[in-house]
């Protein structure tokens, strides 16, 4: 790329990164146009390919992006906290909060978003991008399963029940018929509570 500086680079591509989120966590991909992207990084459509192929390209980065923080949002969260106990309650909270207040975690966790994504991408450019995200467990779950009052000693399948744990979140915003039922966020507490006892049984 003649003309730009590697530092001026850098500061492009991390704007579009940028305004992209914001545009995506909003209006979602579909409504995203790569105009909208580069009018709000105050930079041209010729420049916004020089760094992305297509939209497509530019979303997939955002979201490999979100899903690295939200990692490191968990771990962040538990840093400096010795109890495996509430370790976990703290992760299953961290994980809650960051679905219900990031658009784009949600989609790609909850909803499956790299599997809709199948009609953009090859066989090839999935199998990369998923590698890209892969391998990295929830919280400190690989300390949890070697400690004697931890109820599961398969991390993987810890790991799963993490996972699985999240579609809880989908029951956000649903209408209820009578105002004497518990709001989302009380049922919520409610489960953290009951898995942590759950995993922790035998201590």
Do not use: C
């Amino acid at each position: 790329m003649k003309g730009f500086s590697e530092k001026e680079r850098e500061r492009i591509r991390e704007r579009l990164l940028e305004e992209g989120q914001q545009l995506f966590s909003r209006f979602g991909p579909e409504r995203t146009r790569v105009k909208d992207v580069t009018d709000a990084s105050d930079i041209g459509t010729s420049t916004f390919y020089s760094f992305f192929d297509s939209k497509q390209e530019l979303y997939i980065e955002v979201l490999i992006r979100e899903h690295k923080a939200f990692h490191e949002a968990i771990e962040a969260a538990i840093d400096g906290v010795e109890d495996p106990r509430e370790q976990v309650h703290i992760t299953l909270e961290t994980i809650f909060e960051e679905l219900e207040s990031n658009p784009l975690i949600y989609s790609l966790i909850v909803e499956g978003e790299l599997y809709s994504l199948r009609t953009w991408l090859s066989d090839e450019e999935r199998s990369r991008i998923v590698e890209r995200i892969r391998g990295r467990r929830l919280g400190a779950i690989d300390e949890w399963v070697s400690d004697p009052s931890f109820a599961v000693d398969d991390p993987a399948v810890a790991d799963a029940l993490l996972r699985h744990i999240v579609f809880v979140s989908q029951a956000q915003g649903v209408q209820v018929d009578t105002d004497e039922h518990p709001d989302y966020e009380a049922v919520r507490s409610v489960l953290v509570d009951i898995i942590v006892d759950g995993l922790f049984e035998s201590s």
